[in-house]
């Protein structure tokens, strides 16, 4: 239902109830006028009537007939003459006040008072005297058919009026109505001119300003899915990359491993080989009177052949040094535990005054490579850090199985973060929570005060969590990786 018809039914509801109002009080005042007119009439006849008794002594009942035809009708009553036998002599006559004319019968019931005839009794016969309002009660009909003629002109006038008027404020509302319908198709650019009126003009602002933060809002959603998609690509990509990495690094470690190591052998051997020869075809030189024998004759075919054996041990090393870092073998052949101890074991040679403890508990075998990888990055990560720059003295390292995750835990007692720990530069920390976050784990850094740093890595495994080693197309909508640094308050 409209407004426009709501005002008018209420402003209808309204006139008619104040209608029925005035058309009861006008039926109210009719039977108290009509009550006390006919009462007063018929006292009057009644009183007339009752002294007219020598009339009837003097002419009898001809002469009372007489009378009563001088006397004629008396306003508001009807009069009848009687004999004893009942026969009736006489009747008033009718009045010619509205002659032709009654009040309807259920408004002629409703305002006519119940007064009972009176019964005069004379020698030979009786006068009935009988109440009749019928011509009190047309005026009060006909009172009441203009107060109510007038009442509907005025009640139709002021329905027009109203209709008219209402049609005219509501205007602005149908602008308004379709603003938001604009709104509703996405046409978020809509506004409303200023409309007429205090009020007009108040939901004219109301509205554009709506309008104004729906397209902004809507603007900046669209900016963030766009910012989101652009997000997960890059994640995509990142982990393409770092898998891409991981390959690589294993094809040139197993490279390394497998030619660089047995070609540095095989020049060291080379290399002893030749100095050994020298040395034997010295030593036969100098049994034979000759000066090859000479301790103090330099040869330096020997002396390069015993550089070329230390270059190769020192060569040897730094191969050694750069596997772990590339892809550490162990990792494929013994699986994540070993690779970790034997990680910790090269950090124990490096920083003997340091102590490193490694658990490792239940396990499952064998661990998905990208989890397993991820978790030795980590680690690896986690350990350098504090090697190099939380000056601790003890790094414990925990690993084990739980809820279907693959759950980290390492601890050192240094000095914790640091307060640029968020600077550029630091990457350290964001390559950890990038790799927890590439299959859908997280990491957690705490660091109370004066009791270290704490990083807490969750990584879901494979088979065991739909997370865990995503397809790279499947990565896009898996939920981001946690990265919370929590200070915790002392105590």
């Known amino acids: 239902m409209s407004l426009r018809l709501q005002i008018n039914l209420l402003l209808t509801t309204m006139m008619v109830l104040f209608i029925a109002a005035l058309a009861w009080l006008q039926i109210d005042s009719t039977r108290r006028s009509v009550h006390e007119e006919i009462q007063a009439a018929h006292r009057v006849a009644t009183q007339v009537l009752t002294r007219v008794s020598f009339v009837y002594r003097q002419g009898g009942i001809d002469g009372m007939i007489g009378f009563l035809h001088q006397l004629g009708r008396v306003r508001a009553n009807d009069i009848t003459l009687h004999d004893d036998s009942g026969k009736l002599l006489y009747e008033s006559p009718l009045s010619p006040y509205k002659a032709g004319r009654d009040a309807p019968a259920w408004f002629d019931d409703l305002v006519s008072p119940p007064i009972e005839p009176r019964i005069i009794p004379l020698i030979g016969g009786y006068v009935t005297v009988h109440a009749n309002p019928s011509r009190a009660v047309l005026d009060g009909w006909d009172d009441l058919t203009r107060l109510l003629s007038v009442a509907l002109l005025v009640f139709v006038a002021a329905i027009i009026a109203v209709y008219w008027l209402a049609g005219r404020l509501i205007t602005p509302l149908a602008q308004v109505v379709e603003g938001l319908r604009q709104l509703e198709r ?3 650019g809509t506004r409303l001119p200023s409309l007429p009126g205090k009020e007009g003009a108040s939901l ?9 933060a729906i397209e902004d809002s809507s603007s900046a959603r669209q900016e963030a899915a766009e910012a989101t998609r652009m997000l997960a690509r890059n994640r995509e990509l990142t982990q393409l990359i770092q898998a891409r990495i ?56 020997r002396e390069a052949a015993q550089a070329i054996a230390q270059t190769s041990d020192h060569l040897y090393q730094v191969v050694h040094d750069i596997l772990p870092r590339l892809r550490p073998l162990a990792l494929d052949q013994f699986g994540l535990a070993d690779a970790l101890e034997d ?3 090269d950090w124990r040679q490096q920083h003997p005054e340091m102590a490193f403890e490694l658990q490792a508990q239940e396990l499952p075998d064998p661990i998905d490579d990208a989890v397993a990888t991820a978790a ?25 199985h739980e809820e279907g995750s693959l759950v980290l835990r390492i601890r050192d007692d240094g000095r914790g973060l640091g307060g640029d720990w968020k600077a550029p530069g630091h990457y350290g920390l964001v390559g950890m929570q990038e790799r927890a976050s590439a299959i859908g784990g997280t990491l957690t850094l ?10 807490v890595a969750r990584l879901p495994l494979a088979g065991e969590d739909s997370a865990a080693s995503p397809h790279p197309s499947q990565r896009v909508e898996a939920p981001p990786g946690k990265w919370v640094a929590r200070i915790a308050t002392q105590g």
């Not at 004219?204 to 104004?212: E, I, K, L, T, V």
């Not at 030795?376 to 690993?399: C, F, K, L, P």
């Not at 705490?446 to 990083?455: D, K, M, N, R, T």
């Open 204 to 212: 004219s602002r109301a509205f554009n300003g709506m309008a104004q």
């Open 343 to 345: 990680l910790l074991g």
């Open 446 to 455: 705490e660091s109370p005060p004066g009791a270290g740093l704490s990083v």
């Open 186 to 188: 996405g046409n978020y």
């Open 246 to 301: 991981e390959q690589e690094r294993g094809a040139i470690a197993r490279e390394l491993h497998d030619e660089m190591g047995q070609s540095v052998t095989a020049i060291k051997s080379l290399a002893l080989s030749i100095a050994q020869r020298r040395a034997v075809a010295g030593t036969a030189a100098g049994e034979g009177g000759g000066d090859a024998g000479d301790p103090q004759r330099r040869d330096p075919i």
């Open 376 to 400: 030795y990055r980590i680690v690896q990560e986690a350990v350098t850090n504090s090697v190099r720059h939380a000056r601790a003295g003890r790094i414990a390292i925990d690993i084990r």
